[in-house]
């Protein structure tokens, strides 16, 4: 399955719906979209209203733009996690790491 990426960007707020999965195959895909246009001081919102599925490598990628963003003193938010995406981040402990609303 693939990902779509809907982006909405406001001053140095990056807000990204995700559809489909964040696997090792679309992982790549979302961290070269971070690159191109995060600003890591500003805010990133992830909404993963419709994402059925995030694998280890789409944890990765979470994992390393969150901690270039704390250095930079930015905030990483996590909207509409679904109860298995839920149950991964407190397996691994990064329900205590990432915000999520």
């Known amino acids: 399955m693939e990902l779509e990426m809907m982006k909405k960007k ?17 992982a790549p895909e979302l961290k070269a979209l971070l690159e191109e246009e995060l600003d890591i001081s500003g805010v ?11 694998s280890s490598a789409g944890l990765r990628v979470l994992l390393n733009t969150f901690k270039s963003m ?8 996590f909207l509409n996690i ?19 609303q």
């Open 10 to 26: 406001e001053g140095n707020q990056l807000e990204i719906l995700l559809k489909g999965e964040l696997n090792t195959n679309t």
């Open 44 to 54: 990133l919102i992830l909404d993963f209203a419709d994402c059925d599925f995030v």
């Open 70 to 77: 704390k250095s930079a003193h930015g905030q990483m938010k």
């Open 82 to 100: 679904g109860p298995n995406f839920h149950e991964v981040l407190y397996i691994t402990g990064l329900d205590a790491v990432f915000k999520v």
